[in-house]
């Protein structure tokens, strides 16, 4: 598919080329009659004849505006119309304007300013993700579609819109969000229809969830309509007031959830992580410290009650934390990500620089 759109692409940029010199060929014999007019008399009216075919040939690129909007559309009608309403002028100008264009004017996707921003820059931030396997999927998906939306191909960008609402992740949402300004209608109009159908796709499981809830009304329900409340308001799509309603329906039915399967220690500690996520601190606090005690959930326990003492700005209570850990320290976890998160509370530096 990429390699047939490569030789419209291509087909249409030879047509250009070739109205580009048949406008010359004919402006430069419209020049010629219009300074030999004296000779004969009517030398005047071949002169505007041939000026306006020089205006004119440029529709023989045979225009398909959805197919290619830019050489193949738009660009030759505005230089037909600069070359009939400024003679000379008008045709040596649009050249030299789209010569230039070519030469000094690049595409400048996210790809590349975030390159250029990380050699200029001397130090960088680093924000640690929950879930690193899931970060590094997503870093390698979004960022070369955001170059592909950055760029002047309506076909990829069509792609990249579409590829974007399968990923369905925040960032992804963002871009979409992002493309509802674009330039081009169709990349808006598909934009639009993503978020859309992403919106509507959440809302049909809601639905389904809610209605195994009620027919049900057993703990793995709950969990299962709370983690799509949970979903729902991390993936970018609702307001705030609506992202606050999700987070609180979530808490909601984890807590459900816990209650009715007490000793479910992996909707324990989910529960635990959307307090934290819904700045209910101390909940999650309490939560962990009853769970430490047990040997398979420690390190976890520990890890999360450090993640909510740093993210409500308890940092006296986290230095105390930390010195606990050092103290006794956890078993090891077969979660690499996990002994990341251990090593770096663990090491000296970052306990109380």
């Not at 004017?105 to 250029?116: C, D, F, N, P, R």
């Not at 879930?131 to 170059?147: G, K, T, V, W």
Request: charged residues 25%.
């Amino acid at each position: 598919m990429s390699y047939l759109r490569s030789r419209v692409i291509l087909a249409g940029r030879l047509w250009f080329a070739a109205a580009f010199l048949l406008a010359y060929l004919f402006e430069i014999s419209a020049f010629w009659f219009y300074v030999n007019r004296s000779e004969a008399p009517y030398f005047i009216y071949v002169a505007v004849c041939v000026h306006i075919l020089a205006g004119l040939s440029f529709f023989i690129t045979r225009p398909k505006p959805r197919s290619l909007p830019g050489v193949g559309y738009y660009y030759p009608r505005l230089m037909g119309l600069f070359t009939i309403f400024m003679p000379g002028i008008g045709l040596l100008g649009t050249s030299m304007t789209l010569m230039f264009s070519r030469l000094f004017m690049t595409s400048h996707g996210l790809a590349k300013e975030y390159k250029e921003r990380a050699f200029e820059s001397g130090a960088l931030d680093v924000d640690l993700p929950d879930d690193i396997n899931a970060f590094l999927y997503e870093e390698l998906d979004i960022h070369p579609i955001a170059d592909i939306l950055a760029g002047d191909d309506l076909g990829m960008k069509r792609g990249a819109v579409k590829l974007l609402r399968r990923i369905g992740s925040a960032e992804a949402v963002s871009l979409l969000r992002k493309s509802l300004s674009d330039e081009n209608a169709e990349v808006r109009f598909y934009a639009h229809t993503a978020l859309a159908r992403m919106e509507e796709d959440y809302s049909q499981l809601l639905d389904k969830a809610e209605m195994r809830t009620k027919k049900y009304d057993s703990a793995q329900s709950h969990a299962e309509l709370g983690a799509v409340y949970r979903n729902y308001a991390n993936s970018g799509l609702p307001e705030i007031n609506i992202q606050e309603h999700s987070m609180k329906m979530a808490c909601q039915n984890w807590k459900i959830a816990c209650e009715m399967s007490p000793d479910n220690t992996d909707y324990i500690m989910r529960l635990a992580e959307i307090y934290i996520e819904s700045h209910k601190f101390a909940e999650a606090v309490e939560i962990y410290k009853g769970t430490r005690n047990n040997p398979a959930l420690e390190l976890e326990s520990r890890l999360g009650i450090c993640r909510a003492y740093f993210e409500m700005g308890n940092f006296i209570a986290l230095f105390h934390e930390v010195d606990t850990m050092r103290s006794k320290p956890v078993s090891e976890s077969s979660d690499p990500f996990k002994k990341v998160l251990y090593n770096f509370w663990m090491s000296g530096d970052s306990a109380y620089e």
